[in-house]
């Protein structure tokens, strides 16, 4: 039975075949180009010449992609979400917006197609072993939406449902969406972003697998096991499938929702997260790398941080922590050779790359370092470190002779750790990061 009152969320059917997922792509390039026809003979009718560029980078064009996309779900909606994040300093400002959209977008799905997933996962009696299940979602992405169940055992559940046809969808998902993409003229053609589409493919692959997903969020649960300021979801694995994923719900508020708390607890949020992340990068080899702020909560009453959604699980090896602690270690020191030894053995230039871009990346990375390299604490909310990176970045990127994607594991750290960035900014934290990180160097 239906519990929650709350406001349905945007809902539509997710096209679960591979035809009816083409022909929404296909939609979205004809509406794209219809509005393309429109703006383009209005111009004319005023005695202008109209620009491709201009007609393609519209306000009516970036909301068609954007929709079409959100309504996709999948791996439609996660190549936009990556590209957004992964190379968002390279796209143009119009693409950057219509893509960034993705992130928080989604539409749910309706009550039907839910029960007819839960039905092929749980049975067709499924409903009997619950009391209360609210088919209105608490959070709808990419990959599933989240639903609140209470069992007639008494356990409080969180069931994540993946969207039907997702799995079987996402190489010819990415594959289309980015050959749209750049047929549309809306990525720059110089712009090399197969290894980002190979990664896309593999990172959701293994986010389509619930049961994947359960072990990591076991994982995370006994690495924390001694941690009390940590909250990991318990794993339900007797309702747990590929596309059916139980956990216990937790309570507390959306992180964000603590910009308006007392200063101290605001620095005791990111000063938890910070430590997490370096203990992820040296200690457990295991990173959560998805950034999104509603990955988060916190319980006011006993100080925790809850931790959620574990899809986006990447391990790294321990060379790789090395190589970041050697780099970090140089970079604190203010050692520019150290640290252009550590960029090489990562893989950021290699030894073609001309010294004028070598010193670019290492300007970056003592940038990025900064809250390291400051001594006491280091005030977020004052800072425009973030806006100074994405200049850098920018203008790094607008450099053809520089196009360079480096190794797929620094990506994902450097997604974690600008949303870290900007979650830190929002909440205005002041947090000695260098003496949280000095036990690890």
């Given at each position: 039975m239906v519990t929650q009152k709350s406001p349905e969320p945007a809902s539509s059917p997710v096209p679960s075949n591979r035809f009816?997922?083409?022909?929404?792509?296909?939609?979205?390039?004809?509406?794209?180009?219809?509005?393309?026809?429109?703006?383009?003979?209005?111009?004319?009718?005023?005695?202008?010449?109209?620009?491709?560029?201009?007609?393609?980078?519209?306000?009516?064009?970036?909301?068609?992609?954007?929709?079409?996309?959100?309504?996709?779900?999948?791996?439609?909606?996660?190549?936009?979400?990556?590209?957004?994040?992964?190379?968002?300093?390279?796209?143009?400002?119009?693409?950057?917006?219509?893509?960034?959209?993705?992130?928080?977008?989604?539409?749910?799905?309706?009550?039907?197609?839910?029960?007819?997933?839960?039905?092929?996962?749980?049975?067709?009696?499924?409903?009997?072993?619950?009391?209360?299940?609210?088919?209105?979602?608490?959070?709808?992405a990419s990959i599933g939406q989240v639903h609140r169940a209470t069992t007639k055992d008494g356990r409080d559940l969180a069931i994540k449902i993946q969207y039907p046809g997702v799995r079987k969808s996402i190489s010819s998902d990415v594959n289309n969406v980015a050959s749209l993409l750049r047929l549309s003229g809306l990525l720059p053609k110089t712009l090399d972003i197969s290894p980002l589409l190979a990664e896309a493919k593999r990172q959701l692959r293994e986010e389509a697998d619930y049961q994947a997903e359960g072990a990591h969020l076991q994982r995370f649960a006994e690495l924390l096991a001694g941690v009390p300021e940590f909250v990991v979801p318990a794993l339900h694995a007797d309702l747990t499938t590929k596309n059916v994923l139980a956990m216990s719900f937790v309570g507390g508020v959306p992180i964000e929702s603590m910009s308006t708390a007392p200063q101290a607890e605001?620095?005791?949020?990111?000063?938890?997260?910070?430590?997490?992340?370096?203990?992820?990068?040296?200690?457990?080899?295991?990173?959560?790398?998805?950034?999104?702020?509603?990955?988060?909560?916190?319980?006011?009453?006993?100080?925790?941080?809850?931790?959620?959604?574990?899809?986006?699980?990447?391990?790294?090896?321990?060379?790789?922590?090395?190589?970041?602690?050697?780099?970090?270690?140089?970079?604190?020191?203010?050692?520019?050779?150290?640290?252009?030894?550590?960029?090489?053995?990562?893989?950021?230039?290699?030894?073609?790359?001309?010294p004028n871009h070598q010193t670019a990346v290492l300007d970056m990375f003592e940038m990025a370092l900064e809250p390291l390299r400051h001594p006491g604490d280091f005030d977020f909310g004052n800072s425009d470190m973030v806006q100074r990176l994405r200049d850098a970045g920018m203008a790094l990127g607008q450099d053809r002779d520089f196009w360079h994607i480096p190794p797929i594991d620094t990506l994902f750290l450097h997604r974690k750790l600008g949303g870290l960035y900007l979650l830190a900014a929002r909440l205005r934290a002041r947090v000695n990061v260098r003496q949280l990180l000095d036990g690890m160097l």
């Open positions: 009816s997922r083409l022909v929404r792509l296909g939609g979205m390039a004809t509406g794209v180009a219809g509005n393309m026809l429109v703006a383009g003979a209005r111009q004319l009718a005023q005695g202008k010449r109209p620009n491709l560029s201009d007609l393609l980078l519209t306000p009516a064009n970036a909301l068609k992609v954007a929709q079409q996309l959100a309504q996709m779900r999948g791996a439609a909606m996660k190549v936009g979400q990556l590209l957004s994040m992964d190379a968002g300093d390279l796209l143009p400002p119009e693409m950057a917006a219509i893509l960034a959209r993705l992130r928080s977008d989604a539409h749910a799905m309706p009550q039907r197609q839910v029960q007819a997933v839960l039905t092929a996962n749980w049975g067709a009696r499924w409903q009997q072993r619950f009391g209360p299940f609210s088919f209105v979602p608490i959070a709808a605001r620095n005791h949020i990111v000063s938890l997260l910070v430590g997490l992340l370096f203990r992820e990068l040296f200690e457990f080899g295991l990173m959560q790398t998805d950034p999104n702020f509603a990955n988060y909560r916190f319980d006011p009453k006993s100080r925790q941080l809850i931790l959620l959604d574990f899809g986006a699980t990447r391990r790294f090896t321990p060379a790789f922590g090395q190589a970041y602690r050697r780099l970090m270690r140089a970079t604190v020191a203010g050692d520019r050779a150290a640290m252009a030894q550590a960029g090489l053995a990562i893989g950021y230039f290699d030894a073609n790359t001309r």
